[in-house]
């Protein structure tokens, strides 16, 4: 039990449903913190309304999380159990090359006008 975090694209929010990640994360509680605090600026809900949902990715999402995986400065995490903040910045650094080819990838897949999506389970 835990927390499951994936990024994968489509073409539209219609797409079907079933969709394999290109990205998955196991426990990255400042990933997390990055995506619940982009969700609640953009949706206005609580972070909680994350779990097993979705969050559109934009460019300039992407440049920022890139900015602070470089500088080593996601932010820090109060997650709890669940999300690993025990040993938090062990997995920022074990993912760092991951959160880099993640953004590579993310720059690249929104220039072919598809649509990139973080969703996380815990």
């Excluded at 073409?11 to 605090?37: G, N, V």
């Excluded at 470089?70 to 903040?85: A, I, K």
Aim: glycine share 4%; charged share 30%; aromatic share 14%.
């Amino acid at each position: 039990m835990g927390l499951d975090q994936y990024a994968y694209s489509r073409l539209t929010e219609q797409s079907p449903d079933k969709i394999e990640p290109r990205f998955i994360w196991r426990k990255h509680a400042k990933l997390q913190e990055f995506m619940e605090r982009l969700f609640e600026a953009r949706t206005g809900q609580g972070a909680a309304e994350l779990n097993c949902s979705e969050l559109e990715l934009k460019a300039e999402d992407i440049a920022t999380l890139q900015a602070m995986v470089e500088r080593q400065d996601l932010p820090e995490s109060p997650g709890g159990f669940f999300y690993g903040h025990q040993f938090q910045d062990e997995q920022a650094e074990a993912y760092r090359e991951t959160d880099l080819a993640f953004c590579d990838w993310a720059r690249t897949v929104l220039k072919t006008r598809e649509k990139v999506f973080y969703s996380c389970w815990w």
